[in-house]
């Protein structure tokens, strides 16, 4: 692989993680700063329209909840001058509260995205969310009853990495 090729990869991957964090942590600045202004996003029946649009949405759906979680692997990446493809596993954990019951929610799907470079930042033209298999069920109480993680920018991870972690790469 080419040096820049590593590089792109990388600031492309490095999105994908971004828009993980942002939505666990209910962050919609850096959420709008992993598409293009322009871009699009498609999940199922769930969401189809802008990508501005879809982190607002998402970002209100989050906050209604209790907490949620959302891990990334199996990133897959195609680079063709500034333009990619991508591939990437989420496995998000979701808890909210259903008539008076703690449920937890659990969704494994891909994100099928495509990017462009432009001024010289990677970002999405189009998500395409492909949901594989989900599951509803009723929580038990915490292992060890400590929450420390805030859905917001007072998140202890901020204090370390910084407020704007690449949401302006």
Request: aromatic fraction near 8%.
């Amino acid at each position: 692989m080419e040096p820049n090729e590593t590089v792109d990869k990388l600031a492309i991957a490095e999105q994908i993680t971004n828009y993980a964090r942002a939505m666990d942590r209910i962050d919609r600045e850096l959420g709008y700063a992993v598409w293009h202004g322009d871009g699009t996003a498609r999940y199922g029946t769930m969401f189809d329209g802008t990508a501005r649009d879809f982190i607002d949405w998402v970002c209100h759906q989050h906050s209604r909840m209790v907490a949620h979680v959302h891990r990334i692997s199996n990133i897959l990446i195609t680079l063709d001058g500034d333009r990619a493809a991508s591939e990437a596993y989420v496995h998000a954990v979701l808890r909210f509260e259903q008539d008076g019951v703690m449920q937890q929610g659990t969704a494994y799907g891909r994100y099928l995205d495509r990017w462009s470079r432009r001024n010289g930042r990677w970002a999405i033209d189009h998500r395409e969310y492909v949901q594989d298999i989900d599951e509803v069920g009723n929580a038990g109480p915490p292992l060890v009853g400590a929450i420390g993680g805030r859905r917001d920018r007072t998140d202890p991870s901020y204090a370390v990495l910084g407020a704007s972690t690449s949401s302006s790469s």
